[in-house]
Nanobody, 125 residues
């Protein structure tokens, strides 16, 4: 199965930006739909964003409010999540997840079969 590795997290102040990366192994990366999810301590995992294999379909959670942009570079096997205007409420471990095949992207974590280890994002006030 595809191996996913997140990077780009860190400690920033409110209003700052981060760009998260989800790098995958394998030759069929363009066939994988990729979702970003996050989980804060004591809270349920929640959907953040998703992008289809070819990059033509994108989706964002309501709380994003135009602050985040998802994109991908299939030549490099990387999906990016550009996060601007970060808020303390964005503090969480961010995970990328992959699904091979399927007709569309999904907001459900159950849809995705492959998960990375996560990268910590901490936003101070």
């Amino acid at each position: 199965q595809v191996q996913l590795v997140e990077s780009g997290g860190g400690l920033v102040q409110a209003g700052d930006s981060l760009r998260l990366s989800c790098e995958a192994s394998g030759r069929t990366f363009s066939l994988y739909h990729i979702g970003w999810f996050r989980r804060a301590p004591g809270k349920e995992r929640e959907f953040v964003s998703a992008i289809s294999g070819g990059g033509g379909t994108r989706d964002y959670a309501d709380f994003v409010q135009a602050r985040f942009t998802i994109s991908r570079d299939n030549a490099k096997n990387i999906v990016y999540l550009q996060m601007n205007s970060l808020k303390p409420e964005d503090t969480a471990v961010y995970y990328c997840a992959g699904r091979q095949g399927g007709l569309t992207i999904s907001r459900s974590s159950y849809y995705y079969a492959n998960w990375g280890q996560g990268t910590q994002v901490t936003v101070s006030s």
